[in-house]
């Protein structure tokens, strides 16, 4: 299809609308603003922001033990510009200075208060209070930020994934389908992301699932990222699908957006799930990753962690199946890579631009001009400074 800069067509008195240009191809379809996003962004040759890196703290190599993580997994940062890293493996959170340097350790694992068995995700309010989503404990934990236990958020349902504290004291939660809640093939999927209030009840949810007709791949490829811009807008990143979505602050659907891939998005395996007396064994689907992040930055753009190419099976080493698991055990040391890239659309969803990154990225969070992407594998944490170019 040929791409012109300005051609609209009104079809059925305005209930269809498609309207094309150089590159995108955008629709209106029941209401909702779909954008299809073709190769390249409308920055072409002069993009309006660049990365530049401040430092790399972790990693490895790391001689001081504080900064030695197992697998850093998000980071949030308060007013006075302090870092905090979310350690999942060693279950605790380290609360650096703004050039870096340890100051304490928060939480730690356990059932108890200020404790957490499988923490997943951060945020922090204004007054530089530190919430810590336990998914396995069905809570949020509430610290201040000198790592005083204040208050725990106990969940009604069990949940996975991620959160974001609203205004309102209110909170967004959600990350996956848990299979439990897929295996009856006759019901409605559930919607992917909750409002619950400060005592942890159901307020509202939304964002509409992708049924794959199969309850093992509808649980792995509805999973997602997703953070809140300064108006309380969401933005939703798909790990396996090509698909970007935005939502209103109360959870209506403002647009849709896809965008150009260098790789497919089919089910490559559904994998399995097999019920005998011995238990049940089961096989994650196989499926090309599109995506490990998301984050929206004061202009309200919103940059995504995504993947420029596949890993060779070189990159992604030798693996083992037990009980119908599948697991590595054995992956060569990857720091140098082209395998990831940071795009950036503007707030109606048109793609921007992209920004290649030279090292594993496995999620990423933005806190005014500081851009931070963890990379769990070889536990560090990167810090850029977003840069606007006039």
Not at 18 to 37: L, Y
Not at 120 to 129: F, M, Q, Y
Not at 363 to 378: K, P
Request: net charge neutral; glycine share 10%; aromatic share 8%.
């Amino acid at each position: 299809m040929r791409y012109l800069r300005r051609v609209f067509i009104v079809l059925a008195a305005g209930a269809f609308f498609i309207a094309w240009s150089a590159a995108q191809k955008v629709e209106t379809v029941n209401g909702t603003r779909v954008v299809h996003n073709e190769k390249g962004g409308a920055w072409g040759a002069s993009p309006q922001v660049k990365i530049e890196l401040v430092r790399k703290i972790g990693g490895l190599d790391e001689p001081d033990p504080n900064l030695s993580f197992a697998a850093p997994y998000d980071v949030v940062r308060d007013s006075a510009g302090n870092i905090y890293v979310l350690d999942t493996r060693d279950k605790c959170v380290q609360k650096l200075d703004a050039e870096g340097k340890f100051l304490i350790s928060i939480g730690r694992g356990g059932q108890g208060p200020g404790e957490f068995q499988s923490a997943s995700s951060l945020d922090i309010d204004a007054a530089d209070n530190l919430f810590v989503f336990d998914a396995i404990g069905r809570k949020i934990e509430v610290f201040s930020s000198d790592g005083k236990p204040l208050n725990t958020i106990k969940f009604e349902t069990p949940s996975v994934g991620t959160i974001r504290r609203l205004k309102s004291r209110q909170f967004i939660k959600g990350g996956r389908l848990l299979l439990r809640d897929v295996m009856e093939g006759s019901r409605k999927l559930p919607k992917l992301l909750s409002i619950i209030d400060r005592d942890g009840r159901t307020l509202t949810t939304f964002c509409e699932a992708t049924d794959y007709k199969d309850p093992n791949v509808n649980s792995s490829a509805n999973s997602i990222l997703f953070d809140r811009d300064a108006h309380e807008n969401i933005v939703v990143g798909f790990l396996y699908q090509n698909r970007i979505d935005k939502y209103a602050s109360g959870g209506t659907l403002t647009w849709r957006a896809d965008r150009h891939l260098n790789y497919g998005t089919g089910v490559i395996d559904k994998g399995f799930i097999k019920r005998d007396e011995g238990g049940t064994s089961i096989q994650a689907p196989k499926m090309n990753m599109v995506s490990l992040g998301i984050a929206a930055d004061g202009a309200g753009r919103i940059w995504v962690n995504t993947y420029n190419r596949q890993m060779s099976p070189e990159e992604l080493g030798e693996s083992i199946t037990i009980g119908g698991v599948t697991r590595a055990t054995k992956r060569p040391g990857i720091e140098k890579t082209d395998i990831y890239k940071l795009e950036i659309f503007d707030p109606a969803g048109i793609l921007l631009g992209d920004i290649p990154l030279d090292h594993l990225a496995h999620g990423l969070r933005i806190f005014g001009d500081a851009l931070f992407i963890w990379d769990a594998e070889n536990a560090a944490v990167y810090q850029y400074k977003i840069v606007e170019i006039s």
